[in-house]
């Protein structure tokens, strides 16, 4: 997994360019279930992947206490 860090994620999204389509919170919660489902493969490390969980957990309540905006602009030092 590359994505190490909660302003890597939010970069990464911002880079993808949906425009409103998408939101954080969304784009958050299905990179989540998408790594839930990744810790059942026996041949891959489960330790990138369980970080990976945690740091979108992270970001997921500081959305959820804060906002889309607050959340994009913290981490993306606007």
């Known amino acids: 997994m590359g994505i190490k860090?909660?302003?890597?994620y939010v970069k990464f999204f911002c880079?993808?360019?949906?425009g409103n389509q998408v939101k954080l919170l969304s784009?958050?919660?299905n990179e989540k279930r998408i790594l839930k489902l990744?810790?059942?493969?026996?041949?891959i490390k489960k330790e990138?992947?369980?970080e990976g969980i945690k740091i979108l957990d992270e970001l997921?309540?500081?959305i959820k206490e804060n906002g889309e905006?607050?959340?994009?602009?913290k981490y993306l030092k606007r």
Do not use: R
Not at 5 to 8: D, F, G, L, V
Not at 69 to 73: K, P, R, S, V
């Open 5 to 8: 860090s909660i302003s890597e």
């Open 15 to 18: 880079e993808l360019d949906m």
């Open 69 to 73: 905006e607050w959340a994009i602009d």
């Open 38 to 43: 990744k810790l059942q493969n026996k041949e």
């Open 48 to 50: 990138p992947i369980l």
């Open 27 to 29: 784009f958050a919660n």
């Open 60 to 62: 997921i309540l500081e």
